[in-house]
């Protein structure tokens, strides 16, 4: 069981990458930190390492946001389990989020982290609609 | 007790129309019918009525779709009860659907309908980041 | 399979006793109705009937409230069903209500109360403590 | 939307089967019977039609028992809804009942049996593996 | 993100102070320890740091307890999060506890108190009545 | 509350081993290793220790494999959380596993055996029979 789970994050603030980062890998995961949208669109799509979960800021560099970039990730794969981490804009999260998505709000203690990727990745197959 | 809880329904075939306002009436709720999106936006802001819930088919009269009818109504109301009704397009809720929803994929029963309705309004504030 | 499961209601507005009587009796419940706290806790630990749930108001005829019904079934049965019926004290159930419980917030759909009955029976031995 | 969602249900007594038979109708479903375990594997593994959810009882006519069944039609489909009825079972769902399915105590009001197939057609995809 | 989530811990037993202090501080939150549930009150209500979520012992020095403190942090704000610690009172948790709150019997694990308080900080906004 | 809780773990995969034996650990478990399906069921029945949770791999050393141990540990205890550890058979999870359990797909992170362990314990007692 050497194969780490890669988890892909996209955070521009460098002292929040360090504290997820640090979360990440204390928790037993494998973080891949994008600083861009755009950035983290090509590493999903391009399949040299498969990602198990999205971890993102909403507001990034670049032209795509975090809600974006979770839409296109989970038209790749249904069931792929996004986290997102915001200061400002969790009240659209009812809006524009994806369904069995996590959202947290900065700031946030690293154990809120790792239990939110460990939740939904121990879900497995998420419900297609949840009643 | 004589206000009964008003469900707005997006749905422009006449079949499933009535069965799902036959559904709604028998369960106690009563249902307004709008034929196209713009319609029921109009419903939805004019406020002469309070809506309790939404029940969209996907694709829709008119130019919005049953995805951006149900984004309007949470940004109204971050708690609106939302169920998606489809048959083809099923495989877009997890990219598509607002945090909190039910997808009914067509065919589906009437108490599938009525206890999705129940279940969201009896669930109260959904939660906004459930984890 | 002919013994139907009793339902103890506590509710003394008319009206709403029989939309509540009605809902259950389509159900396949026999509703037993009491019309205040003190008549409720005389038949709750009478034990001439195994009442399978509770339904109650919460302002009541007497001196108990519907909070404390609640809290003094849950101490003859820890897993006992729990559905709250209320006009005003609703913002009251995050302090006042029981664990594994239900609110419904007048005025309710008929089905909004039997899927309430349902899901908490279905429930069987509710967590003691959910998490 | 006229076609119905066909429901199997495996079930000897014939009060009960009647109960059932009613209460799915009413709910909008097409109950089929099955007197036994043998006859119900037919139907399912035949295909001639698609049933959407199990309802069975456990201690069966003939050599295969109800938690048998359920076993065999989530080999078939992983993610099969599954409703047990018993009435001296009860205890041994913790070990020989499939992961995300209903019991049903006997005696059990009509409505806890929609419900509950309501819900479990509703959640989708149930999770492989809820955490 | 340098601001910590302050948890305000109720315990007046030495050791289990310490195993709870340091769970929540390798969590990344910032625990508060009151000794008795007159100084947590004063702390709740004076406002002087926000704190996140109550994790407290049920039988406490002084004249009130974990259940009415918890009952009053739920009147301040219906959705704070509460987590019970408890070695004998945990049969009591279902006619005294509030909704949406967790009960950790005596002993437990520290991941079991981190993952408790993670999740239902995640969970955001606690639906005010399940169902 | 010096007692640790104690936790069953049926794998003979050393590397796998000493990675779940630490990750219990740091998260404040007590891990007692049986190498075969034979020598957990003694452990489980002799009752020195009262075990407070399974984490078992599928394919085990000796006749016995992981479904068979988990529906024995439930006929003993009908609430005894269950983890089971797979890397082949995570399909016959919806078949052969036991309600209420969670299935790790090997590779997993051992923050997630640490989150599932703690969350089916904090549930105290799983439904018997959720809807």
Do not use: C
């Not at 521009?12 to 494998?30: P, T």
């Not at 999260?93 to 709000?105: C, D, Q, R």
């Amino acid at each position: 069981m050497e194969d780490k789970l890669a988890v892909l994050v996209i955070e521009d603030d460098q002292s929040i990458q360090g504290i997820v980062e640090d979360a990440l890998i204390e928790g037993g995961f494998e973080p891949a930190i994008a600083a861009s949208g755009e950035e983290a669109l090509i590493l999903l799509k391009g399949g040299a390492i498969k990602y198990r979960a999205l971890v993102t800021d909403i507001n990034l560099l670049g032209r795509i946001n975090g809600w974006e970039i979770a839409k296109q990730a989970r038209e790749i794969d249904p069931e792929f389990p996004v986290i997102y981490m915001t200061g400002a804009a969790a009240d659209q999260w009812a809006s524009h989020g994806v369904p069995n998505s996590v959202l947290l709000t900065k700031p946030f203690a690293p154990a809120q982290l790792v239990t939110a990727v460990s939740h939904l990745l121990n879900a497995g197959n998420p419900p297609s609609a949840p009643a």
